[in-house]
């Protein structure tokens, strides 16, 4: 009695509890007893004290108040046991969820979840519940057991630091948090308001104390829409937001005046397209990005090859005639020769640019052969006429293991020697990917040669895609008239769009790189440190595409065609800049080439570190008539100012510099032929410049015809303006 006292376990029915308490707690108290007059231990005891008054506390006690910062862990990296124990337990947890879910769902919901009614959950969670696929259960039933009081999105804000506070929320883990803090009573039959408040995913110019301080102090005070700012920094702004924005889809929360521009692009991706086939979906006929793919939702992931240091290579020179490419693998190793046409031009997600493909001569080996439109993966002489055993009921047979394939299927290694000798010369190494799936004796030994996961191949293969960075400030897109394949995992992924014909890929590159889409997309995407969204399937598939008139495709499809061929000159010419002045010179091949020599040999150099930078160069002209250019300590020695203004060209060009690169560096040898080079170089860079200026133009026409198309007026275009400048 007194034990219950205590605890606060009275209720209209002591009785019937304590009987039902009294086998379980007679058990433990046998237990205890037998540990205490056995053994002895003391602090084994008061273990087992604390965990039965865990339980206790755990399944049958209810609280007015429940805050915590539950764990984060991904269910995949749960033992089996408990992911069955929690998916059989909690409604909420599914797919691949994280641990807070269910930590969320035992204060909330079921037969005796810990709040009283009335009483108030606030967690401070990963802000991903707003908006990941795995939470959507969550997003689903929570509106209906409790009501929203506040929401606070931390996005991917960092703090200005001092030694004892970090820039981010949380020192030791990369979180991106959010604080959820809900009443657990059943919401009133009509929509109501909560406040919301939302970071900048920027540098607040305050330490996170302050600044969550002052963010709590304008939830509690403002009324409608607050922005915060400190020294002309805005970080963060709080507002009301109506219980109607929470639905499975996402919690996407947003002040009333981007909600109506908002709405205003969802009502374009809900109304109908007559010309979209029709399917058992509902929605298959929706204006989404989803339902103008010739995949089966937005877009398509690339290939992993999972040994790219022998399955990548990179080009040194090809023979034209032979059909031949003389190639590295990207491991190092001795540099090969093999066929062109088995391989497939390759990127990795960092080559993808807005605007540019920004291929950089990388290949990967195709083994496969089309026929009836299809890929075909290229056997071996060695497998063709081998069979396996499978079992056909109780009995056993022996089919040939490429009996489906067509008769006239390509032989590897009879088309492709050359490949084929580089392969089996790494024979070992490719069997041994995926953990040994490919050795000798199991299921895939015939295809060891073989890419490890062929995502998509028809999609990844043909040219006219659409190639974009998944994760980006704003959004990486451009055309592929290359039909490259793409590297599918990894930091920098790719991200594929294979369009069906009832939209031309430069229309969506117009429309997908504006700001009405980019204002769309950040609204229901995650954001990450140093402000990169995705730009995954998930937050892109629902983008809104509005109806075109023929004049409208024709201009937008204009702009997108401007805006490629100036940025894959501008790219060149930067490229050109860059590599100053060797690039000079591989411009004037077949020309006239000046006489050129190592700059080691033209200048006089004393005291040298073994890197230079080119932001720390001063000059002196000495009484003799020669230049010294001091770097630091270092010094260098020029009798003429041609070179002298030269030299600083190239260290300003090239930041920090290795001494022995630079001083190996041909440089022209006489005044005439070094001033030659550098008004090529001011050449160059004046038309770069004037191309920057023009892409900018161009940004602004298209945006103009995009704004026009999505139907949005002039406050319309402000609120998308304001929104980008700080998010």
Same mark, same amino acid.
């Given at each position: 009695?007194?034990?219950?006292?205590?605890?606060?376990?009275?209720?209209?029915?002591?009785?019937?509890?304590?009987?039902?308490?009294?086998?379980?707690?007679?058990?433990?108290?046998?237990?205890?007893?037998?540990?205490?007059?056995?053994?002895?231990?003391?602090?084994?005891?008061?273990?087992?004290?604390?965990?039965?008054?865990?339980?206790?506390?755990?399944?049958?006690?209810?609280?007015?108040?429940?805050?915590?910062?539950?764990?984060?862990?991904?269910?995949?990296?749960?033992?089996?046991?408990?992911?069955?124990?929690?998916?059989?337990?909690?409604?909420?947890?599914?797919?691949?969820?994280?641990?807070?879910?269910?930590?969320?769902?035992?204060?909330?919901?079921?037969?005796?979840?810990?709040?009283?009614?009335?009483?108030?959950?606030?967690?401070?969670?990963?802000?991903?519940?707003?908006?990941?696929?795995?939470?959507?259960?969550?997003?689903?039933?929570?509106?209906?057991?409790?009501?929203?009081?506040?929401?606070?999105?931390?996005?991917?804000?960092?703090?200005?630091?001092?030694?004892?506070?970090?820039?981010?929320?949380?020192?030791?883990?990369?979180?991106?948090?959010?604080?959820?803090?809900?009443?657990?009573?059943?919401?009133?039959?009509?929509?109501?308001?909560?406040?919301?408040?939302?970071?900048?995913?920027?540098?607040?110019?305050?330490?996170?104390?302050?600044?969550?301080?002052?963010?709590?102090?304008?939830?509690?005070?403002?009324?409608?829409?607050?922005?915060?700012?400190?020294?002309?920094?805005?970080?963060?702004?709080?507002?009301?937001?109506?219980?109607?924005?929470?639905?499975?889809?996402?919690?996407?929360?947003?002040?009333?005046?981007?909600?109506?521009?908002?709405?205003?692009?969802?009502?374009?991706?809900?109304?109908?397209?007559?010309?979209?086939?029709?399917?058992?979906?509902?929605?298959?006929?929706?204006?989404?990005?989803?339902?103008?793919?010739?995949?089966?939702?937005?877009?398509?992931?690339?290939?992993?090859?999972?040994?790219?240091?022998?399955?990548?290579?990179?080009?040194?020179?090809?023979?034209?005639?032979?059909?031949?490419?003389?190639?590295?693998?990207?491991?190092?190793?001795?540099?090969?020769?093999?066929?062109?046409?088995?391989?497939?031009?390759?990127?990795?997600?960092?080559?993808?640019?807005?605007?540019?493909?920004?291929?950089?001569?990388?290949?990967?080996?195709?083994?496969?052969?089309?026929?009836?439109?299809?890929?075909?993966?290229?056997?071996?002489?060695?497998?063709?006429?081998?069979?396996?055993?499978?079992?056909?009921?109780?009995?056993?047979?022996?089919?040939?293991?490429?009996?489906?394939?067509?008769?006239?299927?390509?032989?590897?290694?009879?088309?492709?020697?050359?490949?084929?000798?580089?392969?089996?010369?790494?024979?070992?190494?490719?069997?041994?990917?995926?953990?040994?799936?490919?050795?000798?004796?199991?299921?895939?030994?015939?295809?060891?040669?073989?890419?490890?996961?062929?995502?998509?191949?028809?999609?990844?293969?043909?040219?006219?895609?659409?190639?974009?960075?998944?994760?980006?400030?704003?959004?990486?897109?451009?055309?592929?008239?290359?039909?490259?394949?793409?590297?599918?995992?990894?930091?920098?992924?790719?991200?594929?769009?294979?369009?069906?014909?009832?939209?031309?890929?430069?229309?969506?590159?117009?429309?997908?790189?504006?700001?009405?889409?980019?204002?769309?997309?950040?609204?229901?995407?995650?954001?990450?440190?140093?402000?990169?969204?995705?730009?995954?399937?998930?937050?892109?598939?629902?983008?809104?595409?509005?109806?075109?008139?023929? *004049?409208?495709?024709?201009?937008? +499809? %204009? #702009?997108?065609?401007?805006?490629?061929?100036?940025? @894959?000159? /501008?790219? =060149?010419?930067?490229?050109?800049?860059?590599?100053?002045?060797?690039?000079?010179?591989?411009?004037?091949?077949?020309?006239?080439?000046?006489?050129?020599?190592?700059?080691?040999?033209?200048?006089?150099?004393?005291?040298?570190?073994?890197?230079?930078?080119?932001?720390?160069?001063?000059?002196?002209?000495?009484?003799?008539?020669?230049?010294?250019?001091?770097?630091?300590?270092?010094?260098?020695?020029?009798?003429?100012?041609?070179?002298?203004?030269?030299?600083?060209?190239?260290?300003?060009?090239?930041?920090?510099?290795?001494?022995?690169?630079?001083?190996?560096?041909?440089?022209?040898?006489?005044?005439?032929?070094?001033?030659?080079?550098?008004?090529?170089?001011? *050449?160059?860079?004046?038309?770069? +410049? %004037? #191309?920057?200026?023009?892409?900018?133009?161009?940004? @602004?026409? /298209?945006? =103009?015809?995009?704004?026009?198309?999505?139907?949005?007026?002039?406050?319309?275009?402000?609120?998308?303006?304001?929104?980008?400048?700080?998010?």
């Amino acid at each position: 009695h007194d034990l219950r006292k205590e605890l606060g376990l009275y209720n209209p029915n002591p009785d019937k509890l304590a009987t039902y308490l009294q086998p379980y707690a007679q058990k433990v108290w046998e237990t205890l007893q037998d540990l205490k007059d056995n053994h002895g231990d003391g602090r084994f005891l008061k273990t087992l004290e604390d965990l039965m008054l865990g339980l206790v506390l755990k399944h049958y006690l209810q609280y007015d108040f429940v805050v915590g910062n539950p764990p984060y862990v991904r269910v995949q990296n749960l033992p089996d046991i408990l992911k069955e124990y929690w998916q059989d337990k909690y409604t909420w947890a599914k797919g691949n969820y994280d641990i807070f879910i269910p930590f969320i769902e035992r204060v909330l919901y079921g037969d005796r979840p810990w709040l009283k009614d009335g009483g108030r959950l606030g967690y401070i969670v990963p802000n991903r519940f707003l908006n990941a696929n795995y939470a959507a259960s969550l997003r689903a039933e929570l509106p209906g057991v409790a009501t929203v009081l506040s929401i606070t999105d931390f996005k991917a804000v960092t703090f200005a630091a001092t030694d004892d506070q970090a820039a981010r929320l949380f020192k030791e883990a990369m979180v991106y948090p959010a604080i959820l803090i809900v009443e657990r009573t059943r919401p009133p039959g009509k929509p109501y308001s909560f406040k919301a408040a939302r970071f900048y995913p920027h540098t607040a110019p305050l330490h996170h104390a302050e600044a969550i301080g002052e963010v709590q102090a304008a939830l509690k005070m403002s009324k409608s829409y607050k922005a915060l700012n400190k020294n002309k920094t805005d970080y963060a702004d709080v507002f009301k937001q109506e219980s109607t924005v929470l639905t499975a889809q996402g919690w996407h929360v947003m002040p009333e005046a981007e909600r109506e521009v908002f709405e205003k692009l969802e009502a374009i991706g809900s109304s109908k397209d007559e010309t979209l086939p029709v399917t058992d979906s509902e929605i298959s006929q929706q204006r989404r990005l989803e339902n103008y793919t010739a995949t089966e939702s937005g877009g398509f992931a690339g290939i992993q090859t999972s040994l790219d240091s022998l399955m990548v290579l990179k080009q040194l020179d090809e023979d034209k005639k032979k059909g031949l490419l003389h190639l590295q693998p990207r491991g190092g190793g001795d540099a090969v020769w093999v066929e062109k046409e088995i391989l497939r031009p390759f990127l990795f997600g960092k080559d993808v640019e807005r605007w540019h493909v920004g291929w950089e001569g990388w290949w990967v080996v195709f083994p496969y052969f089309r026929h009836k439109d299809r890929y075909w993966f290229m056997p071996s002489t060695d497998y063709w006429h081998k069979e396996i055993e499978v079992k056909q009921g109780k009995r056993k047979t022996k089919i040939k293991l490429f009996q489906n394939w067509p008769d006239a299927s390509p032989m590897i290694d009879e088309k492709y020697p050359k490949l084929w000798a580089y392969l089996k010369a790494n024979e070992k190494a490719l069997r041994d990917r995926e953990n040994g799936r490919y050795k000798k004796n199991k299921g895939e030994e015939s295809k060891w040669y073989d890419i490890a996961y062929p995502r998509s191949l028809e999609a990844s293969a043909k040219t006219g895609k659409l190639l974009l960075q998944t994760a980006s400030k704003t959004p990486e897109l451009a055309v592929d008239t290359l039909g490259v394949l793409f590297a599918g995992s990894g930091t920098h992924n790719a991200y594929g769009l294979s369009l069906s014909n009832k939209i031309e890929p430069k229309v969506l590159a117009g429309l997908f790189s504006s700001k009405p889409s980019d204002f769309f997309i950040k609204h229901i995407s995650s954001v990450f440190a140093g402000g990169f969204y995705s730009y995954g399937d998930q937050f892109i598939k629902t983008l809104p595409i509005p109806a075109t008139t023929k *004049a409208q495709q024709q201009t937008i +499809a %204009t #702009l997108a065609t401007s805006l490629t061929d100036k940025t @894959a000159r /501008l790219r =060149e010419l930067e490229k050109s800049i860059a590599a100053f002045p060797e690039s000079v010179t591989e411009s004037l091949k077949g020309k006239s080439l000046p006489d050129r020599d190592d700059l080691a040999r033209l200048v006089v150099a004393s005291n040298l570190p073994k890197t230079l930078s080119g932001k720390k160069v001063s000059e002196e002209t000495m009484l003799d008539g020669q230049i010294v250019l001091r770097i630091g300590k270092a010094e260098l020695r020029v009798k003429r100012e041609e070179l002298a203004t030269f030299v600083k060209r190239v260290l300003a060009l090239r930041g920090t510099v290795d001494t022995q690169d630079f001083l190996a560096l041909e440089v022209p040898i006489n005044s005439k032929d070094q001033t030659r080079y550098l008004e090529i170089l001011a *050449a160059w860079e004046k038309e770069a +410049a %004037t #191309l920057s200026g023009e892409i900018e133009k161009l940004e @602004a026409e /298209l945006n =103009e015809v995009v704004y026009t198309v999505y139907g949005l007026n002039s406050a319309d275009r402000e609120v998308i303006e304001e929104f980008l400048r700080r998010f």
